[in-house]
C-alpha cells in the first residue's frame, strides 16, 4: 500500500523557518514526480514546488524562500520553508506522481499525502 506521510509543519512566526518532510512508502519513487501544494479552507489548491528527473519547478509566490529536495535513497521530498510570511498559512500536502507533464497540475498526481498544517502569525 502506498502512503505518503508529511511531518514538520507547525507555528512559526513570520520571518521563521520550517522544513516539511514527505516520507514516502510501498513502492520506489525514484522515477515518480514529487511535490508539494497547499490549500486553505475555501481557497483552491496551490500548486508550491515540484522535483523530478527532468527538472520541476517552484511556484512564484514561494521562489527565493522556499526550496524543494528529495533523497531517492530514502524515498523522502523535503520542502525548506525560509522567510516564512502569514499568507503561507496552509495545508501542506505532499504529492507523487508517473509521467507528469505539467508539474502544477494537481490532477496529474497519483498519491496524495494527509496534509501537514503551516500557521504563521505576523
Known amino acids: 500500500q502506498v502512503q505518503l506521510v508529511e511531518s514538520g509543519g507547525g507555528l512559526v512566526q513570520a520571518g521563521g523557518s520550517l522544513r516539511l518532510s514527505c516520507a514516502a512508502s510501498g513502492r520506489t519513487f525514484r522515477g515518480y514526480t514529487m511535490g508539494w501544494f497547499r490549500q486553505v479552507p475555501g481557497k483552491e489548491r496551490e500548486f508550491v514546488a515540484a522535483t523530478s528527473w527532468s527538472g520541476g519547478g517552484t511556484a512564484d509566490s514561494v521562489k527565493g524562500r522556499f526550496t524543494i529536495s528529495r533523497d531517492n535513497a530514502k524515498n523522502t521530498v523535503y520542502l525548506q520553508m525560509n522567510s516564512l510570511k502569514p499568507e503561507d498559512t496552509a495545508v501542506y500536502y505532499c504529492?507523487?506522481?508517473?509521467?507528469?507533464?505539467?508539474?502544477?497540475?494537481?490532477?496529474?498526481?497519483?498519491?496524495w499525502g494527509q496534509g501537514t498544517q503551516v500557521t504563521v502569525s505576523s
Open positions: 504529492v507523487a506522481g508517473y509521467r507528469v507533464v505539467v508539474v502544477t497540475t494537481d490532477s496529474q498526481y497519483d498519491y
